[in-house]
C-alpha cells in the first residue's frame, strides 16, 4: 500500500482531508526522517521501515481529538511526532514543538525551515518554558498517563485537551483517561490514543 493511502486514511479518521500539496510536504518530511533525523539520532535505527504507519500515520490520528485552532503544544517532541504532520495537516493550528534537547530543538528547527511551515515554532526546554495556557498538549511516549494529568491538565486551557500516544500492543486504561479506539482498517492494527478534557 502507498504511504499516502495510508495518511489520508489516518487523516480521514481524523476528520481532515489532505490535499496533493500537503501530501508532498509529508512525502518530503519522511525523506527528512530517513536521510537526516535518522541518522542523527532523533528516531531509532530500526524505524525506517516503520516511517509511514508508527510515525507519520500515527501521528495523523491525533487530529480526531484536537480543535480546529488555537496553540497546541508537542511536548518531546522528537523528531517532530506528532507536530509535524499535524503542523502540515492543520494549517490553523499553532503547533509549538518542545523539546529539552538542545540539538533536537536545532533539527527542529531545521525541518521547520525545510518545509516552509509558518505554524510551527520550536522551543528548547520543557513544558515550564512554555508560556500561558494551550488549548491542547500532545505527546508520544514521554511520561505516565498520571505525570501527564499532574504536569500537561494544569497547563491547558479550560475545555483543552491533553492527548497521549496510547498503545500499539493493547488497550491502555487510566483513570480519569478516556481510551480513544482507532479502528483496525485505519493502519492495518487496532492501535489506542488517551484523551482528558480539562474542566
Not at 489516518?10 to 496533493?20: F, H, K, P, R, T
Not at 517532530?80 to 530543538?105: E, K
Request: charged fraction near 25%; glycine fraction near 10%.
Amino acid at each position: 500500500m502507498k504511504p499516502d493511502d495510508v495518511w489520508r486514511r489516518c487523516a480521514q479518521w481524523g476528520g481532515i482531508e489532505l490535499d496533493s500539496d500537503q501530501i508532498g510536504l509529508l512525502v518530503r518530511y519522511r525523506r527528512w526522517l530517513t536521510e537526516e533525523a535518522s541518522p542523527a539520532g532523533a528516531l531509532g535505527p530500526a524505524e525506517g521501515d516503520r516511517i509511514e504507519r508508527r510515525h507519520i500515520g500515527d501521528s495523523l490520528l491525533f487530529a480526531r481529538c484536537l480543535p480546529d485552532s488555537g496553540e497546541v503544544v508537542d511536548l518531546g517532541s522528537g523528531a517532530g511526532l506528532p507536530g509535524i504532520p499535524l503542523a502540515v495537516a492543520l494549517p490553523d493550528l499553532d503547533l509549538v514543538l518542545v523539546d529539552r534537547s538542545g540539538r533536537r530543538a536545532d533539527l527542529l528547527r531545521r525541518v521547520t525551515r525545510i518545509l516552509d511551515l509558518p505554524n510551527v515554532q520550536v522551543t528548547h526546554g520543557d513544558i515550564t518554558a512554555v508560556p500561558g495556557l494551550a488549548r491542547a498538549i500532545v505527546s508520544r511516549a514521554t511520561m505516565s498517563p498520571d505525570d501527564a494529568e499532574d504536569l500537561l491538565l494544569p497547563r491547558v486551557q479550560p475545555g483543552g485537551v491533553v492527548v497521549l500516544g496510547g498503545s500499539w500492543v493493547s488497550p491502555p486504561s487510566s483513570p480519569g483517561w478516556d481510551t480513544v479506539e482507532v479502528p483496525a482498517s485505519i493502519l492495518d492494527q487496532q492501535v489506542w490514543l488517551l484523551m482528558m478534557r480539562a474542566k
